[in-house]
């Protein structure tokens, strides 16, 4: 099964507000709520961002928000820092069981 | 604390095979399902297979499907990876990791493996 779709790359200013996209299908992304979404930083262990396509677990900044349309889950990062620069990766659960990683976005901030 | 420590990593020749291990603490092992994730250098995250609470189910990813199995034992708070006919391309560094909310919420910080000549 292909990856989940992400863009490569992303880039904004400090302050600014950027949105990753994660394309699927109707068998994945579009299908199911557990959409979820995780930051990596160079060398470190995945942290979860987002679950169920909109809630944030505890101690995640309310900077973070995700959506859903479609086939296509959204993460917004809005009032851009620094120490958001990072990679991040869309998941989805799937029909057969399974789960699906994007291929990940690097967002680098200006 | 939670803690997840993964274990087994190191350096195989091609077509051998290896165990990893994960110790989890902190947490009531038993009432969550867990997953083992793999990251291959430079590249992104490649999931790999989940195991039920109660190890009645288990799924695993067409790439790695009857060569990786996924086991765990509750009684003693452990998730197991058994890797055979390892390829070069499996080299990666390989996560586990809790599932609570259709989500991988808690991961370690991960075991490498090397397959090579």
């Known amino acids: 099964q292909s990856a989940l779709t992400q863009p490569a790359s992303v880039s904004g200013s400090p302050g600014q507000s950027i949105t990753i996209s994660c394309t699927g299908t109707s068998s994945d992304v579009g299908g199911y709520h557990y959409v979820s979404w995780y930051q990596q930083h160079p060398g470190k262990a995945p942290k979860l961002l987002i679950y169920?396509?909109?809630n944030r677990p505890s101690g995640v900044s309310h900077r973070f928000s995700g959506s859903k349309s479609g086939n296509t889950a959204s993460l917004t990062i809005s009032g851009l820092q620094a120490d958001d620069e990072s990679h991040y990766y869309c998941a989805s659960y799937t029909s057969s069981d399974t789960l699906l990683f994007g291929g990940g976005t690097k967002l680098t901030v200006l | 604390q939670e803690h997840l420590v993964e274990s087994g990593g190191g350096v195989v020749r091609p077509g051998r095979s290896l165990r990893l291990s994960c110790v989890a603490s902190?947490?009531?092992?038993?009432?969550?399902?867990m997953h083992w994730v793999r990251q291959a250098p430079g590249k992104g995250l490649e999931w790999l297979a989940v195991?039920?609470?109660?190890?009645?189910?288990?799924y695993s990813a067409h790439s790695v499907k009857g060569r990786f199995t996924i086991s765990r034992d509750n009684s003693k708070n452990m998730l197991y990876l058994q890797m055979n006919s390892l390829r070069v391309d499996d080299t990666a560094v390989y996560f586990c990791a809790r599932e609570e909310f259709g989500a991988v919420d808690f991961w370690g910080q991960g075991t490498l493996v090397t397959v090579s000549s």
């Open positions: 195991i039920s609470y109660d190890v009645n189910r288990k």
């Open positions: 169920d396509v909109t």
């Open positions: 902190g947490f009531t092992f038993r009432n969550y399902p």
